[in-house]
Nanobody
């Protein structure tokens, strides 16, 4: 199982970024996918989830209204777009999947929000 994130970078406050995570080694379309983040000096926190059936989405309060999680099962890819980025969004963003009770994480993609 492999999860590979991309799309991070340096962005000014108020800007937008779209991250991608490509999954392999499992049947991507059959699993719920999530994004987490870890800010410097803080614990990892949940950001958003998209179910594999119906594509229902769920967001942390800090992400509601300015984030969109989506997936393209044909490309084995889950996306996270965040708009109106704030300095407090600075973190490493991780892709996550739980396969039969076992957790798998990507290595993360760094997002720095700074002017």
């Amino acid at each position: 199982v492999q999860l590979v994130e991309s799309g991070g970078g340096l962005v000014q406050p108020g800007g937008s970024l779209r991250f991608s995570c490509i999954g392999s080694g499992f049947t991507f379309s059959s699993y719920t996918m999530s994004w987490y983040r870890q800010a410097p000096g803080k614990e990892r926190e949940w950001v958003a989830t998209i179910e594999y059936v119906g594509g229902r989405t769920f967001y942390a309060d800090a992400m509601k209204g300015r984030s969109t999680i989506s997936r393209d099962n044909a490309k084995n890819t889950v996306y996270l777009q965040i708009n109106r980025l704030k300095p407090e969004d600075t973190a490493v963003y991780f892709c996550y999947v739980n396969l039969g009770g076992k957790s798998y994480w990507g290595k993360g993609t760094l997002v720095t929000v700074s002017s």
